[in-house]
């Protein structure tokens, strides 16, 4: 791809760009009465416009109908999560019943290693990404101790070799293979939150398997972000969150995706809970949990409709936009600021996410050796929301649905002109 480094090569790009009219379907921050440049729809998307409507209706509905609304409100609460089966699946590669919304994501990798890491027979292992979200540390570190095990003899963590911050693939793959009959699964970050390194979910899959270990991903950057294909690639079980990329609200309802081979069998092990249960005997209070089909019946509660009301418009807006557009304006948005980027020689700083656009996705990481705090307190008082992470890293998040080329262009010359 040629890039332009001129504000008239980017608004003449986003004049062709085909999603340019989706960014009207959200509600942008302001900073002196005008739209902030928001990089940060890897942390908290923005909100769609349709969210109050759609509130409303469902708080009218709760009113008119009371617990009627389980059969008789316009999206019956009863059956609320099949409604997102559809559009997820097609967002994560997978069969409608092979995914679910439900519950958040630390809970759901909790509830998803109480059916997929059972150690027993010396196959106790887990290996995952060093630096991984912490979340996903405390959730591996107790798991393990839960069984008995030392976490610093159970856990295996894969680090960037000595100098490098991504991490190289084979490392993960030789890990598996050496850790062989010890391996009971593998459980990685998607794509890493922190340099932004999308991994080979299909090769970590296939050599988990060869050694007879499940492997698992939490696809908290990954989702609404990255091309997936989870069942074609064999995935064993994968959880994510809605807030970031698919800006489904603070705190927004959860997802999982469970391969149909464990879905489909009421023998494989789940925690249940009333709402996992087959639907036609839901409801009638019976002893002897009986799995429904697929990922639903790792539910335990109700679903907390009021917090998927938010979902329900953003899975909406990824509909509309389709999956493949998006992501080849992605490429092209996040190429293009990378091209930007480079063009900066004054600044000290180091691009850490992967050059190869099928390494990554809507996010550059920026390692700054100086000056990283006071670039980002000069964005930030120049109207830009992007993220800082201790001790000196920017990450900036071009997200397709709402980000325009002008946004990055923008993002650019400030920090040329910073002096
Ligand atoms: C954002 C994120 C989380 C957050 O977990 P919640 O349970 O939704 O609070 C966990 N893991 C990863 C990898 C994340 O990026």
């Not at 389980?70 to 997978?94: K, Q």
């Not at 292992?125 to 979340?135: D, L």
């Not at 095990?149 to 598996?176: F, K």
């Not at 398997?209 to 499940?214: L, N």
Request: charged content about 20%; glycine content about 8%.
């Amino acid at each position: 791809m040629s890039f332009e480094a001129s504000l008239e090569y980017a608004q003449g790009q986003d004049q062709v760009d085909i999603l340019f009219p989706f960014r009207e379907r959200f509600l942008f921050p302001q900073h002196n009465d005008k739209d902030v440049y928001y990089f940060c729809g890897n942390s908290l998307g923005l909100q769609p416009k349709m969210v109050s409507y759609l509130m409303q209706k469902e708080l009218e509905d709760w009113g008119k109908y009371g617990v009627e609304g389980h059969f008789n409100a316009a999206m019956p609460w009863f059956s609320y999560h099949h409604f997102f089966s559809e559009r997820l699946a097609r967002i994560v590669g997978a069969d409608k019943d092979e995914v679910c919304a439900m519950n958040t994501l630390t809970v759901n990798l909790h509830l998803l290693m109480q059916s997929f890491y059972r150690p027993q027979n010396g196959r106790y292992k887990i290996i995952m990404e060093a630096g991984a979200f912490p979340s996903d540390q405390y959730a591996m570190e107790t798991q393990v101790r839960m069984y008995g095990y030392d976490p610093h003899d159970a856990i295996i963590e894969i680090a960037p070799r000595d100098g490098a911050h991504i991490i190289e693939e084979e490392d993960i793959l030789a890990a598996i293979k050496e850790t062989g009959n010890a391996l009971a699964v593998v459980v990685i970050g998607g794509v890493n939150y922190y340099t932004g390194q999308y991994f080979d979910l299909q090769k970590i899959t296939a050599a988990a398997h060869a050694v007879g270990a499940y492997a698992g991903f939490d696809l908290a950057h990954a989702v609404g972000n990255v091309p997936l294909k989870l069942h074609d690639w064999k995935v064993d079980f994968a959880c994510w969150c809605s807030y970031k990329y698919l800006n489904s609200g603070p705190g927004g309802v959860g997802g999982v995706y469970v391969h149909e081979k464990y879905g489909n069998d009421p023998y494989f092990f789940r925690l249940a809970g009333w709402w996992g249960n087959d639907e036609k005997t839901r409801f009638k209070m019976q002893k002897g949990f009986v799995p429904q089909k697929g990922a639903a019946s790792w539910q335990m509660s109700n679903a907390p409709v009021f917090n998927m009301v938010a979902h329900n418009a953003s899975l909406d807006v990824f509909d509309k936009a389709g999956m493949k557009e998006l992501q080849d304006k992605s490429r092209k948005l996040t190429g293009y600021l990378e091209f930007l980027l480079r063009q900066i020689t004054h600044l000290k700083f180091e691009i850490i996410t992967p050059s190869d656009p099928a390494r990554r996705g809507a996010q550059i990481s920026m390692l700054f050796a100086e000056r990283g705090r006071e670039v980002f307190d000069h964005l930030t008082e120049n109207g830009v929301i992007a993220d800082w992470r201790e001790p000196n890293v920017i990450r900036v998040a071009p997200v397709p649905l709402y980000n325009t080329f002008e946004d990055v262009y923008m993002l650019y010359e400030m920090m040329k002109n910073f002096s």
